[in-house]
C-alpha cells in the first residue's frame, strides 16, 4: 500500500492526472485485490478485481492496436451495460482513440448517422443483432474492423474484418500494447446527444472534463475502498458514465442490476451508492406505497398518523436548520420555535422509524449512504419521502454538455427542492433571457454555466457551439433556474417547455406535473396546452390503485390493463370526478398557486410513456413533442369540447 495514500479512498489525489487512463496503475497499485465489477446476471457470472480489470483492458487495447486503431481515431461503440463495456471504453482511450457512444437499443438510422458523422473507422457491437442491424449500409462505409463484445462466432463472410471478444484479446496477447501520452484537452468521446427534437448533436468531451468530475465529485462524497455501488443507467450516458468514473476512482465494487432485477438485487447486493433519474425513485416510492395501500384498514391508519408526524417533524428541522425552500431565511424566533417543534415531535418521530419505516429501509438493502438523483426534477413528495427515511439523496443538475455535473447537494447541505452547490471551479449565472442581464438571487431566468467540465464543442457542428457557448465561455444551458438562499441553484422550468396560454400567462409545467404525481391515482402525467385558454392534461392512471378505487366504490368495472387499446370505462363519470378531485387538490396545495395553474381538462390514456414507444428519451425525460404529436387527435378534441 502507497502509504503517500494511506487506506482510505477519500485520500487519493488525481488533480495532476492528465487522463483517464492514469487511474488505473494508481487503481491497482494501490486496491488491486478489491473487487472492481460484479456482473451476477451474465452467464458465466463476471466477477473482476481491480487487477484482473486492468489487466483486460490494456489487453483490449493492444488488440485494438493490433487491429489497426491509432491515435486520434474515433471507434464506435454501440452497446449497452456490462463489464466489458467499461473495458472496451477504456481499452478505447488508453490507445489515445476518443468513442462515439449509443445504445445498442437505438435507432438503426441514428447509429447508422453516428458512424458516419464522428469519422469513426473502426466499431465495437454489443453483438452479431446489433451489427446485422446496421446491415447492409455499413458495408459502404469506412470500417477497418468490427469487434462484437459477445462470444458468438463471426460471420465466414463479409467485407471487413471482424472478431469476437476473446478473439480481439488474443490479438492483444500477440500485440505488445504502445502507450499513449494523453492530455487534458484530449477528446475521449462524442456522446450524440438524444435529446426531445431535432437530429442528434455530438457533444465533444475531453479527459480534462472528465477528470474535472472525478476530482470534483470527491468534494460530495467520500466512499470508501469496496463501498458497492449499483449500476442500472446506460454507460454510455455521460450522468452515469462520470459517477461511474468517479465511483470507481475511489476504488468502489460496481455491481450490474436492470429494471428487471432491480427490486431484487437492491435487498440482495446492500449497495452503499446508487446512481439513478426521478423515475427510479419515484418506482421505489409507488410500490411502498402500494404496499400500504394493501394493508388491513387499521394499520395503514397507523403508517398514514406516522407518516403525518414525521413529515411535521422535518418540516420544522428544515425551518431550523434554514433548510426549507418555502420559509427561506427565518428569523431567530421562527428557528427557535421550529427547534422545540421538532424536539417535541422527535419521540414519535423515532417510534415511526422503529415500527414503519425500518422495514421499507430494509427494503434497499439498509446500507444506503446515498442516492444520487440526476437527469431531471425529482418531485418535491419523493424527495420528503426519502428524508422521512433517513436515506440521502444528493440531487445534482447538469446537462450532457457539462459532462454533465454542474450543482449538486452535499449530504451536510442537503436543501430538499434544490439542485444543490455548485461543484469546484464551476460558476452560475441567472440571467433575463432576453438582455442577458445578470439578475439578482431569488429571480427567475436563465441559467448559464461555466467551467471546466463544459465541453470542447459540437462536433463539426462550429454554428451550433457558438450559438450554445459565448465568447466568454458560458455555456446556455436552456433551462429557467434561480439562485435560492445558501447560494443553492433551484431549477424552475426549461425555457422550450414554457407553455403561453392565450391570455400570455407563461406556465412551467415541470413544477405542476410533480405536484399532481403525488397523486396515488396518477403514474405519469403531461401538460398541454400552448395558446388556449387553460392548461390540459393527459394523464397515464396508477391501474392498480384505480382497480381497488373502482371495486371499494362498487362501480362494477373492469378497468384495461396499461397499454390496451379499449379505455371506455375510464371515461366513467365517477373515475372522470375522482381525477378531477386529484388534481384540483394537488395543484391548490402547490405552493405559489395561481388560478392559471388549474387543470382545466384532461384525458386519460392507457399507453404508458416508455423509451420503446420514443416518448421518453434515454433518461426517462418525456419527449413532450413526440408526444403531443401522437395525441394530436386527442389534445385538439378536449380543447375543442372545453
Not at 213 to 226: D, K, L
Not at 228 to 243: G, N, Q
Request: with cysteine; charged share 20%.
Amino acid at each position: 500500500m502507497n502509504n503517500a495514500l494511506g487506506n482510505g479512498s477519500a485520500s487519493l489525489d488525481y488533480s495532476r492526472l492528465q487522463g483517464l487512463s492514469e487511474l488505473w496503475p494508481i487503481l491497482v497499485e494501490n486496491y488491486g485485490e478489491i473487487i472492481a465489477l460484479h456482473d451476477p446476471h451474465s452467464k458465466p457470472e463476471v466477477i473482476l478485481t481491480y487487477a484482473q480489470l486492468y489487466e483486460k483492458i490494456k489487453r483490449f487495447a493492444a488488440g485494438l492496436q493490433g487491429l489497426g486503431v491509432k491515435a486520434n481515431d474515433k471507434v464506435a461503440l454501440f452497446a449497452d451495460n456490462s463489464p466489458r463495456w467499461l473495458i472496451a471504453d477504456q481499452g478505447i482511450l488508453l490507445v489515445g482513440a476518443a468513442n462515439a457512444v449509443r445504445s445498442s437499443q437505438a435507432e438503426r438510422q441514428e447509429l447508422l448517422y453516428i458512424f458516419e458523422h464522428s469519422d469513426s473507422t473502426s466499431l465495437v457491437v454489443q453483438d452479431l443483432a446489433t451489427l446485422e442491424k446496421l446491415q447492409p449500409e455499413l458495408a459502404d462505409l469506412s470500417v477497418q474492423f468490427v469487434v462484437l463484445l459477445s462470444d458468438e462466432t463471426p460471420p465466414a463472410e463479409s467485407p471487413f474484418k471482424i472478431v469476437n471478444f476473446a478473439q480481439c484479446l488474443v490479438v492483444g496477447e500477440e500485440t505488445t500494447l504502445k502507450p499513449t501520452t494523453q492530455t487534458l484537452d484530449m477528446l475521449a468521446t462524442l456522446i450524440y446527444t438524444s435529446g426531445t427534437t431535432g437530429r442528434p448533436k455530438g457533444v465533444m468531451l475531453t479527459h480534462g472534463n472528465f477528470l474535472h468530475q472525478v476530482n470534483g465529485a470527491a468534494t460530495v462524497v467520500q466512499p470508501q475502498p469496496g463501498d458497492r455501488a449499483l449500476s442500472i443507467l446506460p454507460s454510455w450516458h455521460s450522468y452515469e458514465r462520470s459517477v461511474e468514473y468517479f465511483l470507481l476512482s475511489r476504488a468502489c465494487t460496481q455491481i450490474y442490476t436492470s429494471i428487471r432485477t432491480f427490486k431484487k438485487d437492491i435487498t440482495q447486493f446492500k449497495p452503499h451508492f446508487m446512481v439513478g433519474v426521478p423515475r427510479l425513485w419515484e418506482s421505489i416510492y409507488e410500490g411502498v406505497q402500494k404496499s400500504f395501500r394493501e394493508q388491513p384498514p387499521s394499520k395503514q391508519r397507523l403508517i398514514h398518523f406516522f407518516l403525518g408526524v414525521s413529515q411535521s417533524y422535518v418540516q420544522a428541522r428544515r425551518i431550523a436548520q434554514n433548510m426549507s425552500l418555502e420559509d427561506p431565511n427565518p428569523s431567530g424566533s421562527q428557528r427557535f420555535l421550529a427547534r422545540l417543534k421538532a424536539l417535541s415531535l422527535t419521540p414519535l418521530h423515532l417510534l415511526g422509524h422503529k415500527i414503519v419505516y425500518t422495514k421499507i429501509r430494509a427494503a434497499t438493502g439498509g446500507c444506503v449512504k446515498a442516492f444520487i438523483s440526476g437527469g431531471g426534477s425529482l418531485a418535491r413528495h419523493i424527495d420528503a419521502f426519502f428524508e422521512l427515511l433517513d436515506i440521502p439523496v444528493l440531487v445534482g443538475y447538469g446537462l450532457t454538455e457539462t459532462s454533465p455535473i454542474a450543482t449538486v447537494r452535499r449530504p451536510h447541505n442537503n436543501l430538499r427542492g434544490s439542485s444543490g452547490l455548485t461543484l469546484p471551479y464551476t460558476e452560475i449565472r441567472i440571467v433575463d433571457p432576453t438582455t442577458r442581464q445578470t439578475l439578482p438571487n431569488q429571480t427567475q431566468g436563465l441559467v448559464l454555466i461555466r467551467g471546466p467540465q463544459v465541453m470542447r464543442g459540437y462536433y463539426k457542428n462550429p454554428e451550433a457551439t457558438a450559438k450554445a457557448i459565448d465568447p466568454e465561455g458560458w455555456f446556455d444551458s436552456g433551462d429557467l433556474g434561480m439562485i435560492s438562499h445558501g447560494n443553492q441553484l433551484v431549477l424552475t422550468g426549461r425555457a422550450k417547455d414554457t407553455i403561453v396560454l392565450s391570455n400570455g400567462e407563461n406556465i412551467e409545467p415541470q413544477p405542476i406535473e410533480d405536484a399532481c404525481i403525488c397523486s396515488a391515482y396518477i403514474d405519469q402525467m403531461m401538460l398541454v396546452g400552448q395558446d388556449q385558454k387553460m392548461l390540459g392534461a393527459l394523464i397515464v392512471p396508477n391501474f392498480d390503485a384505480l382497480q381497488k378505487w373502482v371495486t371499494e366504490e362498487g362501480l362494477g368495472l373492469t378497468l384495461p390493463l396499461p397499454g390496451d387499446s379499449a379505455r371506455q370505462d375510464l371515461d366513467h363519470p365517477k373515475i372522470v370526478d375522482l381525477f378531477r378531485q386529484e388534481l384540483n387538490q394537488r395543484v391548490k396545495e402547490r405552493p405559489g398557486y395561481r388560478p392559471d395553474d388549474r387543470v382545466g381538462v384532461f384525458r386519460l390514456i392507457t399507453q404508458p410513456f416508455t423509451m420503446d414507444n420514443g416518448q421518453l428519451t434515454q433518461t426517462l425525460k418525456m419527449r413532450r413533442p413526440v408526444i403531443a404529436e401522437q395525441y394530436r387527435d386527442m389534445i385538439d378534441g378536449m380543447f375543442e369540447r372545453s
